[in-house]
C-alpha cells in the first residue's frame, strides 16, 4: 500500500513538472502555432538564473524566492526577444518554427557552455526544503510537495489571468479569432507578445523549481521539451484544462510503468500509450470545435 | 470621411477588386450592392485593414490609411461589422462586449447604452456567443462595433440569414444611428430592398468593378436591377 502511495507520489511530483514546463507551450502553440523547441531552454535560462541570484544573494530560502519572480522575468524576455526577432514571420507555420527554434535552442545552450562552463552546477534548496514531509500515509520529499503547491499555483494564476483579466480576454479572443480580435481593436501583435512572455516566462519558472530536484546544466531543458509537447498534444491543443489533465496523467503512468520495468522502457511505454490514443482521439482529450484556452 | 480610391485587392495572385472607387461622406448611409462573388466582401476586407490592396488607397478623413493596421484605423473611427454574425464564440456575451470595452476609455458606459438599444442582449450577457441564435449574434456584432464610438460603421450584409423581425430592428437601429451626421454607413447587402430603404447613396459592383453608382431615390430600384441584370 504504502508503494502504491509512493508511487502515486512520484507521479503526481513528476506530472508537476511537465505541467510546469508544457502550460507555457500549451499557450504559445494553440494562441500562434507555434512549435517553439527552445521553450526547454528558457526552462534551462530560469534554471541558471536561480543559481546566479544564489551567487549574488547567498541565502538558500530568500534566493528561491528571488529566483522564481526573476526566472519568470528572464524567461519571459527570452520569449520576447525570440518572437520579436523571428517568430512573429512564422506563425502558424509550424515545421518552419520547429527547425529554427532548434537552432536558437542549440545557440541558448552553447551560451550557456560559454558563460557557464560545460559541467552541472549546484543551486542550493534551502533548509526546509531538503527533508521529508509526513502526509500520515507515506514520507514526501519537500521539494517535490512544494512544486506540486507551486505548479497549482501557476495553474490557478494563469486561470485567473485569463478568465477575468483584459489581457486574459484578449488571449482568448485572439485564439478564436485572430481577424476579429483586430477589426474590434485588438492589437494582437501587442497580445501575441505578452502571451509569449508569460509562456516563456513560465518556462523560466519551471527551470527555478527544477533545480530543487537536481543540478543544473545547459542541457537540462532537452530533457523535458519532448514530453512537455505530449502533454500538449494528448491534453488538446490550447487548452490548459487538459494540459493540467494530461501532465498528471502522463506523470502518474510514468512513475507507474518505472515501477515495474525501468526508466528508459517507461518512457517508451507512455510514448506507446500516447501514440495508441493520439490514434483514436487525434484532438487530445478535449475536443474542440474552437480552440479554446479555459 | 472614408475615401476608398482606386483599390485593386485579392488573394495571391488572383485580384478580386480591379479598380473600385468608393467614396462614403459625412453622414448617412452608402449601400454597397452586387451578386456573390462581386468582391463586395474582399472591398470591404480592405478598407478595414485585413486585405492588402497590390494598388490604390484607402483615405480616412482625408489621411491615407492603407498601411495601418485594423486595430489601428478602429482608434481612428472605423467599425467593422464582418458577415456572418461573426463572434467569439466561446467568450459569453457579456465577454465579447467588455473585450471590446477594454480597449476603449468610455467603454463600460458605453456598453451600458448599447445594452439599452439591444435589450435582447441583456437576457443572454452570461451565455456563450457560440450558443445564440443568429439574430442575437447579429445585435451583438453590431453593439460590438458600435462600443468603440466609431465615425464610420462597416455593415457586411447584416440582414443575411436573419429573421425578417430582427431585420426590421436593424433597420430602425441603423437608421436611428445615422439621423444625425456623427455616424456614417458603409453597407454592403445583396438584399437590394433593404439597401435602397436606407441608403442615401449605392454604388453597384460586377466582377471587381463598379459599374453604377447615385443615389437612393425613387428611380433607383430600377437602375440597380438594370445595373445588376436582373
Partial sequence: MDALFAQLFAGLSLGSVLLLAALGLALTFGQMGVINMAHGEFMMAGAYTAFVVQSVVGDAGLSL????????????????????????????????????????ALILQQLARDIFGAPNVEVRAPGWLSGNVDLGLLQVSSARLFIIVLSVAAVVGLGVLLKTSPLGRRIRGTVQSR?????????????????FFIGSGLAGVAGVALTLLGSTGPTLGTNYIVD??????????????????????????????????????????????????????????????????? | MLELDDLHVGYGRTTVVHGATVHVPEGGITAVMGHNGAGK???????????????????????????????????????????????????????????????????RARTDEL?????????????????????????????????????????????????????AQIERTIADLTSGDDLSVLLVEQHIGFALSVADRYYVLASGRVTSSGDGGDDSHATVRAAMAI
Fill in chain 1, 65 to 104: 524566492f528571488v529566483s522564481l519572480p526573476a526566472g519568470f522575468l528572464v524567461g519571459g524576455a527570452l520569449g520576447v526577444l525570440l518572437e520579436a526577432t523571428l517568430l512573429r514571420r512564422m506563425y502558424h507555420r509550424p515545421l518552419d518554427t520547429l527547425l529554427v527554434t532548434w537552432g536558437v
Fill in chain 1, 179 to 195: 481577424d476579429l480580435a483586430e477589426t474590434v481593436g485588438v492589437s494582437t501583435r501587442a497580445t501575441d507578445r505578452m502571451t
Fill in chain 2, 115 to 167: 445594452l439599452d438599444l439591444f435589450p435582447a442582449l441583456r437576457e443572454v450577457m452570461s451565455r456563450k456567443a457560440g450558443l445564440l441564435s443568429g439574430g442575437q449574434r447579429q445585435q451583438l456584432a453590431i453593439a460590438r462595433a458600435l462600443i468603440t464610438e466609431p465615425r464610420v460603421l462597416i455593415l457586411d450584409e447584416p440582414t443575411e440569414g436573419i429573421q425578417p423581425s430582427v431585420v
Fill in chain 1, 228 to 294: 512537455a509537447f505530449l502533454v500538449v498534444v494528448a491534453g488538446g491543443i490550447g487548452q490548459i484544462k487538459g494540459c493540467v489533465i494530461a501532465a498528471f496523467g502522463l506523470g502518474t503512468l510514468q512513475a507507474a510503468f518505472e515501477y515495474s520495468t525501468t526508466a528508459s522502457l517507461a518512457k517508451v511505454a507512455v510514448l506507446v500509450v500516447v501514440v495508441v490514443f493520439l490514434q483514436a482521439r487525434p484532438q487530445g482529450i478535449f475536443s474542440v470545435k474552437t480552440r479554446s484556452l479555459v
Fill in chain 2, 41 to 107: 466582401t474582399t472591398l470591404l476586407r480592405a478598407a478595414v485593414g485585413l486585405l492588402a490592396p497590390s494598388r490604390g488607397r484607402v483615405l480616412l478623413d482625408g489621411d491615407d490609411v492603407t498601411r495601418l493596421r485594423p486595430h489601428r484605423r478602429v482608434r481612428r473611427g472605423l467599425a467593422y461589422v464582418p458577415q456572418g454574425q461573426q463572434s467569439f464564440p466561446q467568450l459569453t456575451t457579456a465577454e465579447n462586449l467588455q473585450l471590446v470595452a477594454d480597449t476603449r476609455p468610455r467603454g
